[in-house]
C-alpha cells in the first residue's frame, strides 16, 4: 500500500525558531514529490520535488528530496506567525493524482 | 496565478436532501477537475477525478451514486452528494488542472463545508 506519512503530526514554536518538518513515503515508482501550505481553506503550492539532492528554495522556506531513502523535508527559517497553517506533502502517483500525507499542523506562537 | 472557485462556501442541508457544490476555474480550461474530501484534523482524501466529457473516476471507497460528479464545460464541475446524513458532513475541496498541466499547475478551490443536521 502507498503511504505518506508526515512528522511530528503537530509542533508549536516561538517566533524565529528553525523548524524542519518531515515526509516519508512508500512507492516504487515515484513521480513527485509536492509540498504545500493549507491555511483554512485551499492548499496553496510550495514546491514540487523530482530530483534527488536539490534543494529548492523561496524566502524562508527550502525543500530537499532524498530519493534513496524515501523522503523529503520541508525547512523554514526565522518563523513567524504567518507561518503557521498546516503543512501538507502529496505524491504525484502514476495516474497523475495527488496522494496527501497526514499533514503537519505548525503553530508559531509571538 | 490561476483562480478556482466553489459555490457554496458553506451549506447546511437537512438529512436525506442532496447538495450540489459547483467548482469552477475562472480564468483557464480545466481538462481535468479533482474532489476531495478533508475531515477534520485529516489530511485530503482523493474521492475521484473527471476529465470534461467523460465520466469520473472514482477512488476505492467512494460510492459514485452517492457522489455524483459531473464535468460537462471546460471550466465547471459539480459534485452532488445525494441523500446526504451527518456522516457526510465534511469540507470537500475541488482542485482543476489544465490541459497537460504538471502537478504544481493544479490549483485548488477555496472548498465547501457541508455540515448535513
Known amino acids: 500500500e502507498d503511504k505518506v506519512v508526515q512528522s511530528p503530526l503537530s509542533l508549536v514554536v516561538h517566533e524565529g525558531d528553525t523548524v524542519t518538518l518531515n515526509c516519508s513515503y512508500e512507492v516504487t515508482n515515484f513521480r513527485s514529490l509536492l509540498w504545500y501550505k493549507q491555511e483554512k481553506k485551499a492548499p496553496t503550492f510550495l514546491f514540487m520535488l523530482?530530483?534527488?539532492?536539490i534543494e529548492k528554495k523561496s524566502g524562508r522556506l527550502s525543500s530537499i528530496l532524498d530519493k534513496k531513502e524515501l523522503f523529503s523535508i520541508l525547512n523554514i527559517t526565522a518563523t513567524q506567525t504567518g507561518d503557521s497553517a498546516v503543512y501538507l506533502c502529496a505524491r504525484l502517483t502514476g495516474a497523475n493524482n495527488l496522494f496527501f500525507g497526514t499533514g503537519t499542523r505548525l503553530t508559531v506562537i509571538p | 496565478g490561476a483562480v478556482v472557485s466553489q459555490h457554496p462556501s458553506r451549506v447546511i442541508c437537512k438529512s436525506g436532501t442532496s447538495v450540489k457544490i459547483e467548482c469552477r476555474s475562472l480564468?483557464?480550461?480545466?481538462?481535468?477537475m479533482f474532489w476531495y474530501r478533508q475531515f477534520p484534523k485529516q489530511s485530503l482524501m482523493l474521492m475521484a477525478t473527471s476529465n470534461e466529457g467523460s465520466k469520473a473516476t472514482y477512488e476505492q471507497g467512494v460510492e459514485k451514486d452517492k457522489f455524483l460528479i459531473n464535468h460537462a464545460s471546460l471550466t465547471l464541475s459539480t459534485l452532488t452528494v445525494t441523500s446526504a446524513h451527518p456522516e457526510d458532513s465534511s469540507f470537500y475541496i475541488c482542485?482543476?488542472?489544465?490541459?497537460?498541466?504538471?502537478?504544481?499547475?493544479?490549483?485548488f478551490g477555496p472548498g465547501t463545508r457541508l455540515t448535513v443536521l
Open positions: 480564468d483557464f480550461q480545466a481538462t481535468t
Open positions: 523530482t530530483s534527488s539532492g
Open positions: 482542485s482543476a488542472r489544465g490541459a497537460g498541466g504538471r502537478a504544481d499547475t493544479q490549483y
